[in-house]
């Protein structure tokens, strides 16, 4: 239950839903103010227009004018009248008499304008701003006029003194025009806030169950340690290299049960956890892989594995236990490993601890075992899954081992050697040897010859002055596929057959001689060589030359190694060897040639050529050309 990307991205998508509609929300609101101070902006340029035109009308003697001239503020007021739109409620012009009150001078109002002297009891004390200040002042009525939204007093001035106030009211049904204006989209916000709150309630809801569910799958009921789901969700995040593994089981823990009961045995595992949390640093964690076995990983800065290792299984295992007036003690077999900081796989290190547990289990039990990093390396080439991932990732090379004019103590040509690159240690090459009979007879044999065919023909193209030796098996001889492989690189590259020798390793015996001479005629049709490899040992005997047709003779190692040890022996068996191969015209190389004195002996056997640790280890083939 690994969160998802895709769950990150439908939070991510959601959280910016909820801005955006919070976004739309603001501006949308911002919008409609900005839309009402606009149509106040112009309210004002109207009634500096209006003023101006009644100006022009009093020739700059307002009250005097208006209170003598009757006819003047019927026809000013019919102007304001004319001014009136649905914009404004009422406009209308008020003055101040001799004792301080607002009367009205000029009305617009159509249906029932106010007399002219008409008193005013204004609702905002800002009226009295306007007149003594002289500035412009918006007022919000509220609910204090009916149908007004706002009020613009304005000013009239003469010789820079306030006369009188020109009054814009401002409906509120324009306001509500103003509102309207917007409000699909407000409609649309709202709905869209509604529905992502519905939503976000929602994932809430789930990211509390997926909390729980994980609590539940993460940690063990019985004992809250955690449980292998978390384990492998861990070291998805982390590198295990950084880490020492503890794995440790309780031995005979089916005889507690048997004798007190299950429900005492659950009461036991408890304590055996919380005491191993007790012993562990604050970074440790303990995994409880099944029954009553448990893994435990901790930080290598705690401190020393070996250490740390003993003083557990001191505290957990040598201890006794008291639990309902009943004493107990738990005897237990642990294992711990140090594995190498380049370690990336926790499922290689849990079969290291799960055999050498076994091993422990199978010896007696109650005893702590420790594994350095040879073991780790001992084991994971022997994983096939390993060697499986090394092939598919082509992470293979070829090293070039020369074989030597015995005589003239030059090179004639080169053994083409596998070596598999170690994925935590990419310096680090691993010897077919190491794996080579976990692979045998499976795909990914084939498939490791395939790439050491593919290898060799492209260092034969690089390098057209060499010649190479390549080793074939039985398995490579019988199947289809990689025989197919091979001779459409002889067909598309003829020029390099000649320069080539394919070495025949056998560890079982020919049966079919009939069918392994026409696979040899097969190749040496392109004019490439046929080598026996280890004549002398095992199954590659004298039938072989009776059977097959073939170039070169490799004696076996242990043969020339003979010569240190049993001599005489050795010298008539290999000359016995030499003599036949002069006979049938073979090309003889003696192999593991590891000292001078046994290349020596080998030159004084008159053997033709040598290959060996002495003359030349594999390196790659540019050291040995450079």
Not at 586 to 595: I, N
Request: proline share 2%; aromatic share 12%; net charge negative.
């Amino acid at each position: 239950m690994r969160e998802q990307p895709i769950d990150k991205i439908i939070g991510v998508l959601l959280v910016f839903l909820i801005l955006f509609a919070v976004f739309l929300q603001i501006s949308t609101t911002q919008n409609t103010n900005k839309l009402k101070n606009d149509e106040i902006i112009k309210s004002e340029q109207y009634a500096q227009k209006i003023v101006r035109l009644i100006q022009l009308q009093t020739e700059g003697k307002l009250l005097d004018t208006l209170q003598e001239n009757a006819d003047l503020r019927i026809q000013l007021n019919e102007i304001l009248e004319a001014f009136s739109t649905k914009q404004f409620q009422y406009i209308f012009l008020l003055a101040k008499d001799d004792e301080g009150h607002f009367r009205f001078i000029l009305d617009g109002e159509k249906e029932n304008p106010e007399e002219y002297g008409s008193i005013f009891f204004p609702k905002s004390e800002r009226f009295d701003e306007v007149y003594h200040q002289g500035k412009i002042k918006i007022i919000k009525q509220h609910d204090d006029v009916e149908g007004v939204w706002v009020s613009l007093v304005y000013p009239f001035k003469e010789d820079g003194k306030t006369k009188a106030l020109l009054v814009l009211d401002l409906s509120q049904e324009y306001a509500k025009y103003l509102n309207d204006f917007n409000s699909p989209l407000i409609t649309v916000v709202k709905v869209m806030q509604f529905f992502l709150f519905l939503t976000l309630l929602v994932l809430i809801f789930i990211a509390y169950r997926y909390y729980r569910t994980r609590q539940a799958l993460i940690k063990d009921t019985l004992t809250s340690a955690y449980t292998k789901y978390y384990l492998n969700e861990f070291f998805d995040r982390n590198h295990v290299g950084k880490y020492y593994l503890f794995l440790i089981d309780i031995d005979e823990f089916k005889e507690v049960n048997k004798k007190y009961g299950n429900a005492f045995g659950d009461l036991v595992i408890q304590a055996f956890v919380k005491r191993m949390d007790e012993s562990l640093g604050k970074n440790a964690k303990v995994v409880r892989t099944v029954g009553t076995e448990f893994l435990i990983f901790c930080p290598k800065e705690e401190g020393d594995l070996t250490v740390l290792a003993d003083t557990l299984f001191q505290t957990v295992g040598q201890k006794y236990y008291f639990i309902d007036q009943e004493m107990i003690r738990l005897q237990v077999s642990m294992c711990a490993i140090n594995l190498p900081d380049e370690s990336y796989s926790i499922q290689h290190a849990l079969r290291f601890l799960d055999e050498e547990l076994l091993k422990i289990k199978s010896h007696g039990k109650n005893a702590l075992s420790i594994l350095g990093m040879d073991t780790y390396d001992g084991i994971k080439y022997n994983d096939i899954d390993y060697i499986k991932e090394a092939l598919e990732e082509e992470r293979l090379i070829c090293l070039y081992q020369p074989i030597y004019n015995t005589e003239t103590k030059t090179i004639v040509k080169y053994e083409a050697l596998a070596r598999l690159i170690d994925k935590d240690n990419p310096e680090k090459l691993i010897s077919p040897f190491q794996f080579m009979q976990l692979i045998k007879g499976t795909s990914q044999y084939i498939k490791m010859s395939k790439l050491v065919l593919s290898g060799v023909f492209r260092t034969l193209e690089q390098y057209p002055q060499i010649e190479i030796s390549m080793n074939l098996d039985l398995d490579d001889l019988y199947n289809v596929d990689m025989m197919k492989l091979i001779n459409e690189y002889l067909v598309k590259h003829q020029a390099y057959a000649p320069r080539l020798t394919f070495e025949i390793l056998e560890e079982n015996e020919i049966q079919d001689y009939d069918r392994v001479s026409e696979i040899f005629q097969a190749l040496r049709e392109y004019g490439s060589q046929i080598a026996i490899d280890d004549f002398g040992s095992g199954y590659a005997n004298y039938r072989y030359l009776m059977c097959l047709d073939i170039d070169i003779l490799k004696i076996d190692g242990s043969l020339i190694q003979e010569l240190n040890t049993h001599e005489e022996h050795a010298m008539l068996v290999l000359n016995s060897i030499k003599n036949l191969a002069d006979t049938f015209n073979y090309m003889l190389v003696a192999e593991f040639v590891s000292d001078k004195e046994i290349y020596n002996k080998v030159k004084d056997l008159g053997i033709g050529y040598s290959q060996g640790m002495y003359l030349g280890e594999p390196r790659p083939i540019n050291e040995y050309l450079s």
